[in-house]
């Protein structure tokens, strides 16, 4: 029982790096979600995808890429990475929309930007 | 614009007493609300949810939550808390308002006295 894996989960990048957090389901999800939680906040979302080939950005997708090219992956992309992206990322996936189910979450990727 | 409110940042439990977590949302169209628990180190896990009917509904671990229309609440309760129950709270609302994207509160910490 897999459930949703990403990696990696610990990351120290400097500032202008550029890294793949890798995110794969075995649930056979359609929606698949990434997240950042930081301190003393709620998660927000970062970009969704309703299936493979569709992507949309959430509320804070800016310095940040995705892609789905299968129902199972959905990585995110960070080009020039920078301080403020500093947060631990949340991968999560849903049979279908969010009001007739619930969604599963990995473990978190923690990442720090120096 | 949509908003979710958990007052209490932290909130300090012995064990066996109970426990009430408070969650307050702005929203105008019907809500679907529910509440995830993040234990440390971990991915959030959904303890239950309300979509429709019966205001109080029944969680896994134990855990209720009643929803309250008039107070635009959904507080979640729990009876006899264990040392087990050390985590982090997290309530969530969807609607149409928000395009069936969730909305989260920033969270409250329990924690528990033996």
């Known amino acids: 029982n897999a459930g949703v894996t990403q990696t990696p989960k610990f990351r120290i990048l400097k500032i202008g790096q550029s890294m793949t957090l890798q995110c794969t389901q075995d649930?056979?999800?359609?929606?698949m979600y990434w997240y950042r939680q930081d301190p003393g906040m709620g998660l927000k979302l970062i970009y969704y995808s309703v299936g493979a080939g569709i992507t949309d950005k959430g509320e804070v997708p800016n310095g940040y890429n995705v892609s789905r090219s299968t129902t199972e992956d959905f990585p995110l992309r960070l080009e020039l990475a920078a301080p403020s992206q500093t947060s631990v990322y949340f991968c999560a996936s849903s049979l279908g929309r969010v009001d007739t189910g619930e969604l599963f979450f990995g473990e978190g990727s923690r990442l720090t930007v120096l | 614009a949509q908003s979710v409110t958990q007052p209490d940042i932290h909130i300090t439990v012995s064990e066996g007493a109970s426990l009430e977590l408070r969650c307050n949302y702005s929203?105008?169209?019907?809500?679907?609300l529910f509440w995830y628990v993040q234990s440390p180190g971990q991915g959030l896990q959904l303890l239950l949810k309300y979509f429709s009917g019966d205001t109080l509904v029944q969680g896994i671990k134990g855990f209720e939550a009643e929803f309250k229309r008039s107070q635009s609440s959904f507080n979640l309760r729990k009876p006899s808390v264990h040392w087990s129950d050390a985590a982090e709270y997290f309530c969530?609302?969807?609607?149409?308002?928000?395009?069936?994207?969730?909305?989260w509160g920033a969270g409250t910490k329990l924690i528990i006295k033996p």
């Open positions: 969530a609302v969807t609607s149409l308002d928000s395009n069936y994207q969730l909305i």
């Open positions: 649930m056979n999800h359609n929606y």
């Open positions: 929203y105008g169209a019907t809500p679907y």
